[in-house]
């Protein structure tokens, strides 16, 4: 079993940051894939960026050059540095972690932070 956390969900500007952050706990957190997915009100959910084991990233177009993932392995903690965001971006987003690749089902998922990017 594995357990996520998420949190560094709020309101800000366009044009501003944020920092997200997932806790995660369980005995096999090093083997995982990490991802975080977010969910805008009536839209499909969007694999916004993965990041394994090894440091293999991944990130969907609309957010290159924006969004950085990150993760610290001696404090099981998985990051979504977000700049430049644009009311675009906001959505629910969820951290969640798959054996697999981003490409793969997530199997585990944290509860979701909010992001509001409006002025």
């Known amino acids: 079993q594995l357990q996520l956390v998420e949190s560094g969900g709020g309101l800000v500007q366009p044009g501003g940051s944020l920092t997200l952050s997932c806790v995660a706990s369980?005995?096999?957190?090093?083997?995982?894939?990490f991802g975080w997915i977010r969910q805008a009100p009536g839209k499909e959910r969007e694999r916004v960026s993965c990041?394994?084991?090894?440091?293999?990233?991944e990130y969907m177009d609309s957010v290159k050059g924006r969004f950085t993932i990150s993760r610290d392995k001696a404090e099981n903690t998985i990051y979504l540095l977000m700049n430049t965001l644009k009311p675009e971006d906001t959505a629910v987003y969820y951290c969640?972690?798959?054996?697999?690749?981003?490409?793969?089902?997530?199997?585990?998922w944290g509860r979701g932070t909010q992001v509001t990017v409006s002025s």
């Open positions: 990041i394994n084991s090894s440091g293999k990233i």
């Open positions: 969640a972690a798959t054996p697999g690749w981003c490409d793969s089902e997530f199997e585990y």
């Open positions: 369980g005995d096999t957190y090093g083997y995982f894939t």
